[in-house]
């Protein structure tokens, strides 16, 4: 038998398997019972417009803040990081390893609940803000050493050439290094968002108000009021849709990148 035939009847065996295993769920799935919990057009259509218009907005807008926050720091952060001045390294260091190491939930806890009573710090907001800024400072230590890793991937030459034009360190990495490092850790920074987009729902631990609840939490307190799982489908299903199209967005670019190298 030849290898070509092999491969294709190997390939055949394993999508066989998949069909296979796909109508053995469907046969032994109880679809009444999944229609009764999951799919309930009368709870769905009561959960209108405020998903949309509450809900799915304020994940987004908690997003887009959480991003600029973070990228905001991390440049900050990673520049810290390669600074020639030693304790400038150390804190950044320092700082990276702590926020990484840390689950964002303790961190968001930490901002909204600790800090307020330990230090009687009161973040703009109330208690959304605080949460907010303890995902900015998870943010920024990830988002730190994308952006390292990005500028060490410019060529030496680069500033090199700059440098020679009679520009000085510092102009030479916000004119030069930078611009290019962006344009190598565009697709790992489109990540981050999909990623700050999901974790937008553990600023439920914060609480929040009617107006400030974003998918996660406006879902779990629909759930709980209806004992039903309808208001979740629905929640997994917009959150499908937001980060569905920025994961192929993260997957064209990428392969745009390798196209240029």
Known sequence: MRRTTRRRLRRGILYAIFVAFVALVALAADWGRLR???LQ??????????IITIAAKNTLLFTVVAFIGGLILGIVLA???????GPYRWLATGYIELFRGLPALLTIFAMAYVLPIALEIRVPFGQVGAGLVGLILVAGAYMAETIRAGIQGVPKGQAEAARSLGMSPSWTMVS???PQAFRIIVP???NEFVLLIKDTSLLFI?????????????????QSVYFNGTPLL??????????IPLTRLVAV?????????
């Not at 057009?41 to 405020?50: G, L, T, V, Y």
């Not at 609480?207 to 779990?220: A, H, M």
């Not at 629905?234 to 937001?242: G, V």
């Not at 670019?253 to 190298?261: G, I, N, P």
């Open 36 to 38: 009764q919990q999951f």
């Open 41 to 50: 057009i009368d709870i769905a259509r009561e959960q209108f417009p405020e």
């Open 79 to 85: 520049l810290m990081k390669l600074s020639t001045i």
């Open 176 to 178: 030069v290094i930078l």
């Open 188 to 190: 790992p920074l489109t």
């Open 206 to 222: 914060a609480g929040s108000t009617i107006q400030t609840k974003e998918l996660t939490t406006f879902t779990r307190d629909a």
């Open 234 to 243: 629905m929640a997994a299903m917009l959150y499908l849709f937001i980060t």
């Open 253 to 261: 670019l990428e392969r745009r990148m390798a196209r240029s190298r």
